[in-house]
């Protein structure tokens, strides 16, 4: 990270002004208030706890990987399952997204940093405390929480020791998004350069605002959630015991309140990222920004009103059940606009396929083949038959990984050259996608058939016949597990050093934005002087 | 039922170059289900044996074209402009083309409108499932960590059967049993007593549980519904006459060490078959029956197992 | 530089601060102490150590911040985030209430009915053949400390109006300090103040007695079926946050007393303010859909 403090330490001598230039040794990192400084750790983390959770996922294919135990015992597999989801949720997406906020936001509005850099800094190191008291219950008696990521009572409430740990590490985990939600907004709304009128923010930021709203609204009712259980396991409440006049499903539905705008939690900055990068290497303006702000605005206030879906098979009232399938399959439409502008962003654009627009294109094509996996789950009779199966298991990461997390990768491969000044290795970049791509597929197109088939989720042993696609889905999860890590060869290159980026880095394309206007790598303190947007 | 090396080698390939094989891949998979049997064929819904069952499928397989549709006209305007309008070839970006509001209200509406198509015929199969008017018998089944309980009522009042992992699959599937899965009939798919009912008759189950939130479901009838510890859940099915014989499910919500331990299997019968079942069920255990007759007995361990919350 | 800048070259950054590491530490070392607790690993006192270095954060940060605000180094771009920054915090926990009264109208209108056997939930008779559920219910297996399971609800008529009316003028007493802060009234700004947190806990200590005479006399204790459940986690978070308003509105007081504010420019009044109106609004919920209806 030395370029940092070089071009910190220069750009000071520049501007003679009380900023203080960054801190040097591990102080700069434990006492941050620097957005730059806070957005690099909060990457950092993820990327360690996408590797965490990816091992656990490694157990649970090579499990699956024929009929039989052979690694693992089924709790041992539960507790895989639910805390791959755990942290990969928690710890690698929803930290990208917040470490990506941090770089980008103050450098796309002309701010010269967040607005509450102190709190910012609070947000961050709360995770690693968070998480620390997760993955601890690897080590305490009854192991780790086995009840799903979904954590149903009265499963949950079977939980060993472990069972406080998780409950008070979603508290932290909770508290640290709320954080960081206010944060964004705040910048957003309190520290536009002047003349920055919302309408002409860049979609990154916009899709962050709305997001940040999602993540006010829904993490204090999982933390009311999760608290109902603790208080049902330790304190004699009824909430999800029948026989006191409460009701399991209760929970389900506190569950999926929170649960279902979160997964939108997971994708809207995806989307804002799509629709910054598209438009560069089409070399040509994002088609109906407007209206896309309008969907992205229309799919959050959706998301409020579609939970019931996760829960037809639970014996709700016949209205519910339509009401749920309407609004659900409502979704489609504004995230409909937003496939078609993409597509007409690129019709007759001038199109150079770099990695971050690679990872983009590829967004575009396996993002939607999940949505319409989706539109099928709503539909309640065929859910009947759908879930809790590995059709399920298929939609989500269809519209996690190569969702989410190639959203994720293509922000990285479009900003890292302004963060560390130099350009990666495009060899190396491309090998990553392409392995990447081939292999995702292979890992989760199988699981369709396998769902339709009929095989279960969340079983750590499988009849015989779905063996086949079972090897072929592990398989792919091998080689995307390993193509991961030239991923992480590619980062640490790029940070080492490499060809010097220029300002505009993607000369010849079409990079719109002010985070371009800073040299490579972004000054330590940016817009310390608020620049003028026409 | 077992999928040839052949189909992976070709999904593999077809997975390959992202999404649009993707559809391709979707494609093929309509194009195999064409042949479907009542039972899965590997890759697709099974067709099933009841009228819930078919009409489900013919839903999935509706949405499914309709996705593939639309996945054809999406994905090939894309790769379209992956082709033509590519920098390396010289094209020139119409910067001009910023918005367009008619196109943009079109391609709300025309989805829109699919999505009505989708929604008509899915409302239609729910009306029918959740009639649970006049049905012919009914059962009462708990889930249990990890084992189904079938109690009859109506006419077969009094048998009582408990249901479990039959004790082959139960040894191959420990941790390092060295058994081969391969070498066990019906796999994690066999129970020690099935579930026994008549074909053509109207089927009710009353769904509950004594510990945690299990799930009752046979893909072949097109049902499943959790099983909530305090609360019934009510579903029915019919099994069209002539479909009798043995059909197998698996506990579908998460309960647990052994979730993936506790299938079911219902023994369809003719009428006749079924009422000589229950005859001779009746017979054997008539004292036993007696004494299960009167409900009081489990609804007290409802009560009570209820009444510790964990 | 061009008076454009002004602004934002004069944006507080704060250059670096071992506060947001340090409360980490101590979230964590709380939750350590309450999951010891909890797993009975070690004595209710493992508790300790986090609460404390919960209170030292608290008064550190602020001790911090205040500091800085006397320095003026906040120019009004800071107050707007702080302003902001209070809000949503505010918003958060009212979703965080919202999640308890979701349960309590689920409970009500429809858990409880549905185990009764209402409408197409008929066959849950099979499971509760006597459970009449009508509300307020502590379900069917009538769980709590009296043997035959019965249980009083507290009438809103007592104690709870009582509350009410305290919580209704300390509103009134605070809008009023805050006037008199406005229009530079010190006086009147630190009776009524001192009123308003004053007013505040006997609030809490009302409540305490409410308590008191719940889990003795009416056999209403968190254990009574969900109606215990609800009732007590509402009341009691509510509770929690009064105490935390009136500590709050008792520092404020103090700085009041030492000359802080000013008539333009008192954020830190205000954010305290709001808060506590906040939670003046939450009991009126409290008032009408616990007690009363
Ligand atoms: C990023 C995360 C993400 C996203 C974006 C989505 C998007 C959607 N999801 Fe998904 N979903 C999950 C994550 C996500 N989901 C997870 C994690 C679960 C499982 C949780 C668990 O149980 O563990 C889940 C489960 C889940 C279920 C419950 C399944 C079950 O348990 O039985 C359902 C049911 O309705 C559903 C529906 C949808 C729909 C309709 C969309 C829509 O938003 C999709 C809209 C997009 C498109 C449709 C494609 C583009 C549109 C067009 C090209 C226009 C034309 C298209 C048509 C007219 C069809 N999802
Ligand atoms: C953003 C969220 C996210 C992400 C990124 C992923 C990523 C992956 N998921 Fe996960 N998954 C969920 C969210 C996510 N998942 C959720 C919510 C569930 C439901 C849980 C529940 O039922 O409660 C789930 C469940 C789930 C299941 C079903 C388990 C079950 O039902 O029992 C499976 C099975 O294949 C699976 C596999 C994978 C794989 C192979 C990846 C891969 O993409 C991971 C790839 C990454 C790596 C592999 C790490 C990097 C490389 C290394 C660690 C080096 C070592 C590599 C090797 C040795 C090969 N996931
Ligand atoms: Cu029973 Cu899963
Ligand atoms: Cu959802």
Redesign the interface.
Known sequence: MAMFEASGTTHLQEHH?H??GP?TGI??W?????HKDIGTMYLVFSLIMFFVGGAMAMVIRAELFS????L????RF?QMTTNHALVMIFGAVMPAFVGLANWMIPLQIG???M?????N??S???L??AF??LLSTFFVPGGMA???WTM?P??M??TG?SF??VI??I??MG?SS?MG???V??TI???R??HMNLLKMPLFCWSWLITAYLL??????L???V??LL????????????????????FE??FW?FGHPEVYIMILPAFGIISEILPTF??????????MIYAIASIAFLSFIVWGHHMF???M??AA??FY??ST??I??PT??K???W??T???????FEPPMLFA??F???F??GG?SG??LA????D??Y???YFVVAHFHYVLV?GAVFAIMAAVYYWIPKWTGHMYSMRLAKTHFWLS??FV??LF??Q??LG???M?R????????F???N??SSI?AFGFGLAQILFVIVIIQCIRGGKKASAEVWDGA?PTGLEWTLPSPAPY?S????P?VK | MRVTRGDDGRSAALSRKFGFAGALCLAALGWAASAAANTSNGYNLPLGVTEVSRDIYALHMEAFWICVGIAVLVFGAMIYSLLKFRHSRGAVADTTMSHSTQVEIIWTLIPAVILVVMAIPAARVILKMEDTRNSELSIRVTGYQWKWEYQYMDAAEGIDIFSTLARDSNFARQLHSGIDPNSVPNYLLEVDHPLVVPSGTKVRLLLTSQDVIHAWWVPDFGIKRSAVPGFVNELWFRVDPGKEGIYRGQCAALCGRDHGFMPIVVDVRTPDDFKKWVGEQKAALKPAAAAAADRPADRRTAGSVQALPN | MAPAHAEAEHYYVPHSSPWPLYGSITLFTLMSGAVATLNGWMPAWSLLPGFTMLALLFIFWFHTVIGENQQGLYNLAVDRSFRMGMMWFIFSEVMFFAAFFGALFYARNLAVPWLAGEGVKIFNKMLWPDFDGVWPSNGPAIIGPRANGSFETVPALGLPALNTAILLASSVTVTIAHEALISGKRLRLKIFLAATFLLGFTFVYMQAKEYHEAYTELGLQLGTGIYGSTFFMLTGFHGLHVTVGAIMLTVIWLRVLRGHFTPQRHFGFEAVAWYWHFVDVVWLGLFIFVYWL
């Open positions: 002004e900023h203080a801190a102080k700069r434990l006492f941050a208030t620097n009929p039989g135990l052979q693992v015992d089924p709790e539960n701010a010269p940093d607005a509450l850099p102190r709190m800094n609070f961050f190191w709360i690693p405390f620390t008291l086995a009840g799903g149903y009265p499963l409430l079977q020791d406080p740990m008070f590490a508290h932290m508290a709320i939600a206010i944060n907004i705040v709304l309190n520290m350069a002047p006010i609204a829904v993490m204090p009712v933390a009311g959630g608290t109902m208080t049902d396991h330790y304190f004699k409440t009824s909430f999800f015991n029948a026989a006191g006049g409460g009701d399991p499903v209760m539905h506190i309140f089409s070399r040509k303006p994002l088609f109906g920004a407007t209206s098979v639970d014996g009232p016949l059940q339509m399938m309407m399959m409502l489609a439409v409909g606009v496939v078609f502008n597509t007409a690129m019709w007759r654009g001038s199109l150079s294109l590829a575009l094509f396996m939607t083949i319409f539109v099928m539909l309640v009779p065929a009947f038959q879930q809790n199966t190569p791509t081939i597929n292979l197109f199988p369709h058939f339709l088939a009929g279960p969340r079983i750590p042993d499988y009849a015989v016949q063996t086949d696609w090897r072929v792919g079409l303190h817009f310390t002087t608020p003028d």
